[in-house]
């Protein structure tokens, strides 16, 4: 089957014991992947959390997000009334990132193998916690110096409704789930794909309780 025509909505594609999903050209989803091993990296968040605790960020024009964000790595995406960077030290604390750690690197590393992307360096992680009503509009994640990088994306937590639009705004939107463990990889073709979160459903998660997280690992700088 060609990868460009399959998606999810019509087919999975099984490789071995894990579901492979094409979502787009270069990009996949790997359903459960980070499933075994949820409650580590769930604590390994936590302590990036207790020392750059998450907040709330005004974007230009004036509007706060309603998703609550922090960062770990090298670098770390910031907002404000001004736009959209990234920075090497946390704007509340003056300090640096906490590093990225090594259980969450190397998930980062070997998913975005998977998906054909050998090498990825990840020195941003970028974590977004939902709770229900918190969306994402459609945008493009091109504050990224380096395009050649894919984007790998974790979520945890609450299921949500992803939508992957086109390379212009008003392209049609297709929408599907991300659930807890899931693993998102895309570059090449469709690194700069319009992409957002309908807002989150009410729920309650045995491991999260009414929280979705998701972890976006990319190479910045
Ligand atoms: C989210 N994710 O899933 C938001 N961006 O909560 C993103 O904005 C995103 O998942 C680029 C690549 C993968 C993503
Ligand atoms: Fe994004």
Same mark, same amino acid.
């Given at each position: 089957m060609n990868a460009k025509n399959s998606y999810p909505e019509q087919s999975g594609q099984l490789f071995g014991d894990e579901e492979r999903i094409a979502i787009a050209d270069s990009a996949w989803l790997f359903r459960g992947y980070a499933l075994e091993q949820a409650s580590e990296i769930v604590e390994a968040v936590r302590s990036v959390l207790r020392q750059a605790p998450? #907040?709330?960020?005004?974007?230009?024009?004036?509007?706060?997000?309603?998703?609550?964000?922090?960062?770990?790595?090298?670098?770390?995406?910031?907002?404000?009334?001004?736009?959209?960077?990234?920075?090497?030290?946390?704007?509340?604390s003056g300090r640096d990132w906490p590093a990225i750690p090594p259980l969450l690197l190397a998930l980062a590393c070997s998913g975005a193998a998977r998906a054909g992307f050998e090498g990825f360096s990840p020195d941003a992680c970028l974590i977004n916690c939902y709770q229900p009503g918190a969306k994402m509009g459609l945008h493009q994640d091109r504050d990224e110096r380096d395009l050649g990088s894919p984007i790998v994306s974790l979520s945890l937590g609450l299921p949500a409704t992803f939508?992957?639009?086109?390379?212009?705004? #008003?392209?049609?939107?297709?929408?599907f789930p991300l659930l807890h463990g899931d693993l998102m990889v895309w570059g090449g073709p469709s690194r700069l794909v319009y992409?957002?979160?309908?807002?989150?459903?009410?729920?309650?998660?045995?491991?999260?309780?009414?929280?979705?997280?998701?972890?976006t690992f990319r190479h910045a700088g």
């Open positions: 998450l #907040r709330q960020m005004q974007v230009p024009g004036g509007h706060w997000m309603s998703v609550r964000t922090s960062s770990c790595g090298a670098l770390g995406w910031v907002s404000d009334s001004r736009g959209y960077r990234y920075a090497s030290e946390d704007p509340l939508m992957f639009g086109g390379l212009k705004r #008003r392209d049609p939107v297709r929408r992409h957002g979160v309908a807002p989150l459903k009410a729920g309650e998660h045995p491991l999260m309780g009414a929280w979705r997280i998701n972890l």
